[in-house]
C-alpha cells in the first residue's frame, strides 16, 4: 500500500526525534554579544575637513544606529566633552531615539571649540557596546541677534510708564541665550533680564514738579502680564530724551550688536491728569481755557500732568484720521498702568463716539477699570456724535464709558444733525449729588451745530442738562424745536464719571459760547466746577 506524501513527512519527523533525544545533544549556551554603533558621520575626527572659517554652529543634529547580533538593541548612551582630551569619567546620558539636535558646549569666553561626542548601543541584556561611536566636531560660537519690535514702540514723548518689545535669537539656538542687557543713556554699563523675556516695562518714581534733568531709577516689569522682578535700571533723565540701548548676550558671554531707541520723557508731578485730546490746529485756545478752569478749581498751587494727545490733526467737524503716535501701540500695559499712576483725570476731546478707529478714547477706555477700581474719577468734554457705522454704537469703549444710555435716533424725514442757536436755554436738570449749590441756568452765547444731544434717563445715569435744539428737514426747507431727548451734561449714579457735551467757548479766538442766564460769562465755568466738586475732584 502506498502512503501519503504527508504521512511520509511525519513519520520521518518522528523518527529524527526518537534519534535526537537518544543521542543526548548537551552543550554550553554562547556568551551574550556586545552591539555595535555607527555614528552617520563616519570620521573619527571632522577637524581635518573643515577650516577654520567652516567651524559648525554649537547646535548641531547628529544621528547614529546600532545592531546587535543575538537581540536587539534597546536604547543608545551619549556624551561629549568640550574640549578634546579625556572623555572619561564623564556621565553617559540615555536615550532611545537614533538622533538628536545637541548644543554642543562651548567653554565662557571662547569663540571655538573641538567636542567629543560619543553614542553607544545598549541592547535587551544591558550589555553596551565597549567601542563607542566617536568623533570630532568643530564648532563654533555665533554671536546672538536682537532686534527691537516695530509694533512695540514707545511713542515719541512717554510720561514715567514705558513700555517696549524686541526679538532676540541665537543662531547656536535660543537656548544658547544667557540675558538680554538693558541700559538708559549708558552705552557701556547694563542690567541683566531673563533671556526669554521679549517685552518689558519701565516704570519711574513721581516726581516734583520742575524736575528736569533729574536722574532717577526705572523699576523693571517683565512681559504683557506686568511681572514685577524687583530689577531697577538707573540713570533715566527727568524732562529730557533718553536712549534705551539693548543686547544680548549667550552663554558663552558674546554679545549681539547693541540697538538703541530714544524718546523724550517727562516726569509724573501730580495726582491730576490734563488729557489734552482735542485734535485741531487750535487746541491751544481750548486747552488754555480749561487748564484755567481746572486751576480755579484746584487748591493753590497743586500740580496738574498734561498729556498731549492732538497729533495728528483733523481739518472739519468729522473725518477718518488715524488715533494719535503719542499714544503707545497697545494698551496693556503701559496705558493701563499709566492711568492707575493717578486719582483725577480730565479728558478734553474733539471726538468720541462717532468711529473707533482714529478716536483716542474708544482706545483708551477698556483699559481705565482699574483706575476707577482705584477710587479714580474723570471729568469728559466731547461733543457726541452718530458713528458713522451703526454696528459701532454698541461696540465703541468710550460711548460704554460715559455716563449716557444711548444716542439719539432720527425719524426718515430729518437730518441726522440738530442747532444750538444764540439764546438757547440751557436748562438745570437733576440737582448733583454731594453739592449744596444748585445748577445755574444756561444759555447759548453763539451757534453749535458739531454735536448731538443723547439719551439719560436710566437709574446709573444722572441728567444734569438739557439744551434746545432745532431740527432740519431733509429738504432743508423748514425747521423747528426738537421735541427728542436733550441731554447735554451728566454723570453715572456712582459719580466716577462726569460727561459735558457742548463746547463752552469758540475754539478759533476763545469767545465763550455757554454763558449764564444772565449773561454772565463765568457762569458756565461755574457748572463745570460744581461737577468736579460732586466727582470728588479735590477743592
Known amino acids: 500500500m502506498l502512503l501519503k506524501p504527508n504521512l511520509i513527512i511525519l513519520l520521518v519527523l518522528l523518527v529524527l526525534l526518537a534519534v535526537a533525544c537518544d543521542s543526548g545533544i548537551s552543550g554550553e549556551a554562547f556568551d551574550n554579544r556586545p552591539p555595535d554603533t555607527q555614528l552617520s558621520v563616519r570620521d573619527d575626527s571632522l577637524l581635518d575637513n573643515l577650516s577654520e572659517d567652516d567651524r559648525l554652529v554649537s547646535t548641531v543634529r547628529i544621528t547614529w544606529t546600532g545592531d546587535d547580533p543575538d537581540g536587539f538593541v534597546k536604547g543608545y548612551e551619549v556624551r561629549f566633552l568640550d574640549q578634546m582630551g579625556d572623555i572619561e ?39 553596551a557596546d565597549p567601542t563607542p561611536a566617536r568623533t570630532i566636531y568643530p564648532i563654533q560660537n555665533s554671536p546672538p541677534d536682537i532686534r527691537l519690535s516695530p509694533f512695540d514702540l514707545p511713542p515719541d514723548t512717554t510720561f514715567n510708564v514705558m513700555s517696549i518689545g524686541w526679538v532676540a535669537e541665537d543662531p547656536d539656538g535660543n537656548a544658547n541665550l544667557e540675558r538680554i542687557d538693558v541700559s538708559f543713556n549708558d552705552s557701556l554699563n547694563f542690567v541683566a533680564l531673563p533671556p526669554e523675556i521679549s517685552f518689558a516695562t519701565f516704570v519711574l518714581p513721581q516726581t516734583n514738579p520742575g524736575a528736569s534733568g533729574e536722574i532717577v531709577d526705572a523699576e523693571v516689569f517683565l512681559g504683557r502680564g506686568f511681572e514685577q522682578t524687583g530689577i531697577s535700571v538707573p540713570g533715566v ?229 438739557d439744551a434746545q435744539f432745532q431740527y432740519v428737514t431733509r429738504v432743508g426747507n423748514r425747521r423747528g424745536i426738537w421735541s427728542g431727548s436733550s441731554t447735554i451734561a451728566s454723570m453715572s449714579d456712582d459719580r466716577r464719571v462726569g460727561l459735558f457735551t457742548i463746547p463752552l467757548i469758540n475754539e478759533a479766538n476763545g469767545t465763550p459760547l455757554v454763558i449764564g442766564e444772565d449773561g454772565n460769562p463765568q457762569t458756565a465755568r461755574d457748572a463745570v466746577k460744581l461737577m468736579l466738586e460732586s466727582l470728588g475732584f479735590p477743592k
Open 89 to 127: 569619567g564623564v556621565a553617559w546620558s540615555f536615550t532611545e531615539t537614533t538622533d538628536s539636535l545637541f548644543l554642543l558646549p562651548i567653554r565662557q569666553g571662547d569663540r571655538i571649540s573641538d567636542v567629543v561626542f560619543e553614542v553607544r548601543a545598549v541592547d535587551d541584556d544591558g550589555l
Open 237 to 465: 533723565r527727568i524732562g529730557e530724551m533718553n536712549t534705551l540701548y539693548v543686547r544680548a548676550a549667550d552663554q558663552t558671554d558674546t554679545t549681539s550688536v547693541r540697538i538703541e531707541y530714544s524718546w523724550f520723557v517727562k516726569g509724573k508731578t501730580s495726582n491730576v491728569l490734563y488729557v489734552n485730546d482735542f485734535r485741531r490746529a487750535t487746541h491751544p485756545v481750548v486747552s488754555t481755557f480749561h487748564l484755567n478752569l481746572l486751576n480755579e478749581y484746584l487748591p493753590a498751587g497743586t500740580p496738574i500732568d498734561i498729556w498731549d494727545i492732538t497729533t495728528p490733526y483733523t481739518t472739519g467737524s468729522s473725518g477718518n484720521f488715524p488715533r494719535s503716535g503719542l499714544l503707545p501701540p497697545t494698551a496693556q500695559p503701559a496705558l493701563d498702568r499709566f492711568f492707575r499712576g493717578y486719582d483725577y483725570i480730565y479728558w478734553v476731546a474733539s471726538a468720541t463716539t462717532d468711529q473707533i478707529v482714529g478716536n483716542n478714547l474708544p482706545f483708551a477706555a477698556p483699559v481705565l477699570e482699574p483706575f476707577f477700581e482705584n477710587g479714580g474719577k474723570m471729568m469728559v468734554h466731547s461733543p457726541i456724535q452718530l458713528p458713522v457705522d451703526p454696528d459701532e454704537i454698541a461696540t465703541n469703549a468710550a460711548t460704554l464709558l460715559l455716563p449716557l444710555n444711548s444716542l439719539t435716533q432720527f425719524p426718515d424725514s430729518l437730518r441726522q444733525t440738530l442747532r444750538l442757536l444764540g439764546n438757547a436755554p440751557v436748562s438745570a436738570r437733576d440737582p448733583l449729588p454731594g453739592v449744596a449749590t444748585a445748577l445755574p441756568a444756561l444759555k447759548m452765547n453763539g451757534f453749535v451745530i458739531n454735536t448731538l444731544p443723547y439719551v439719560a434717563t436710566s437709574s446709573a445715569t444722572i441728567p444734569l442738562y
